[in-house]
């Protein structure tokens, strides 16, 4: 008997993005973290300096293939017989895993290296897989998907902060969530082949994500096995360069902070920035989780053609990180770019909101997802140049764990709403959204202009962001 259920949402995700300038420390290396411009007797990494790093690339990009594939509850609803508001708690679960790996991922950097990052964060990719495999009980399910979250949150964390510190490293973090894009448009697909089909049942699924994590925790440790200690470095010796106007009248240029969070979030751009964050990835993730629900319950669309625009719209995501990513810094002005990218987003959605017409629909919702992929990463890059370096860990720590909250939020509030008043408020719900995050942007505070040209504490190349 097939277990599927229209109305539960394909994908749900909380993803957490920490930037924290980590570097692997290998027995008788003395590599220490920061850039390129502010310690240039000591370059950043490159990914294809040595083989070790090629293939530890591979690795990280391979292991976000499955943190991606991860945000997926597919059939949840006719099995547990649950309702929208019930089903939402997945939506949140994940969200305590990833609040928890943020508290505790420079500890075990400290103690145990990427080789422990390998070890702990796939291994509970694999356990939390096998346990869902036997389909226990609904309060069973939300505290194993609270351990999925716990090891999303430590690769998640850690390979961004290893791609992170690299040379070119904007490039490459938009190829690395390209990664995380792929499996998350990999997953609705395969599921839903796999029980409409071949008519597995949706817990049965989770034996080919457990496949698939085996294999990331093999790639993971045996490339990390010799990265045995890190250690992070945060120095201020370019903050001058990089501070905007608000945060120059809150801190000395020059000063270490006591509490870096609190200075942090005493600056009015780490605010805007976290907000904004919370919102998009809240837009990003109740798109991707509930348009499968809107299409099938409100526009009568199969199963599987529901599966298939869902897939297209992980996948649009996925292409426009990688394309939009090297497309932006040839922008005078990147700020500008994000809003062109933020103005198409909203056409895209009205489109798809009027037009009830399902070869319209698939175009509308893929090319909405690939305008929404670099947004992610431009924020980021956004608060790096509007802070001093000695805050770059704290603030951008605090504005991705606030965006993985949005990314628990927003969808709740979307299955709680859609109960009441049905899955049609989607639409209102996430151009309200798209229309906030226009807004956000347009109030983050001017960068100060220099005489000298600042260069981007990201990606090691001169800033184009106005």
């Not at 008788?28 to 490159?46: M, R, T, V, W, Y």
């Not at 990999?186 to 496949?211: C, G, N, Q």
């Not at 120095?235 to 000395?252: G, H, I, K, Q, V």
Request: net charge neutral.
């Amino acid at each position: 008997m097939l277990e599927t259920d229209s109305t539960t949402p394909l994908l749900s995700s909380s993803r957490y993005e920490s930037y924290v300038a980590y570097q692997t420390i290998g027995p008788g290396q003395n590599i220490p973290a920061g850039d390129d411009f502010c310690n240039p007797e000591h370059p950043s990494e490159k990914w294809n300096e040595s083989p070790t790093n090629f293939w530890r690339v591979l690795a990280t990009f391979y292991s976000f293939i499955v943190v991606g594939a991860n945000d997926g509850a597919y059939g949840l609803g006719r099995y547990y017989d649950a309702d929208y508001t019930t089903v939402s708690v997945v939506f949140l679960s994940p969200f305590i895993g990833y609040a928890i790996a943020a508290l505790g991922n420079s500890w075990v950097h400290e103690r145990f290296g990427q080789r422990g990052i390998a070890l702990i964060g796939t291994g509970m990719h694999i356990v939390s897989y096998l346990a869902t495999t036997q389909h226990p009980p609904y309060p069973v399910l939300i505290a194993i998907f609270i351990l999925s979250g716990l090891g999303n949150g430590i690769v998640d964390a850690s390979w961004n902060a290893w791609i992170g510190a690299m040379h070119n490293s904007s490039q490459l973090m938009g190829i690395l969530h390209a990664f995380y894009g792929l499996g998350a448009a990999l997953a609705p697909l395969t599921a839903t082949y796999l029980i409409t089909d071949r008519h597995w049942k949706w817990y049965e699924f989770y034996y080919v994500m457990a496949s698939a994590a085996g294999l990331e925790f093999v790639t993971s440790v045996a490339a990390f096995w010799s990265a045995r200690g890190s250690t992070s470095k945060d120095s201020d010796a370019c903050a001058d360069e990089t501070l905007s106007p608000d945060s120059s009248d809150t801190l000395a240029a020059n000063a270490l902070p006591k509490n870096p969070t609190l200075e942090s979030l005493r600056i009015p751009s780490t605010w805007v920035i976290s907000l904004f964050l919370f919102v998009y990835v809240g837009v990003e993730v109740t798109i991707g989780g509930w348009v499968f629900t809107f299409l099938v319950d409100l526009r009568n669309t199969p199963l599987s053609v529901a599966g298939v625009v869902t897939f297209t719209y992980w996948g649009g995501l996925t292409v426009g990180r990688v394309c939009l990513g090297f497309l932006t810094p040839f922008f005078k002005r990147q700020r500008l770019a994000v809003l062109l990218y933020l103005a198409a987003c909203i056409t895209l959605h009205l489109v798809f909101c009027v037009v009830d017409d399902l070869r319209l629909s698939v175009i509308a919702v893929t090319l909405l997802g690939f305008f929404l992929g670099p947004l992610y990463p431009e924020a980021v890059i956004a608060q790096a140049k509007l802070l001093p370096k000695s805050l770059h860990v704290a603030a951008v720590g605090f504005a991705c764990a606030l965006g993985s909250a949005g990314g628990s939020v927003f969808p709740f509030i979307t299955g709680a709403t859609a109960k009441a008043y049905g899955i049609r408020v989607l639409q209102p719900a996430v151009l309200a959204m798209l229309v906030l995050c226009l807004t956000l942007w347009l109030a983050l505070p001017a960068q100060r202009r220099n005489d000298k040209k600042p260069v981007s504490p990201v990606s090691g190349t001169p800033s184009v962001l106005a």
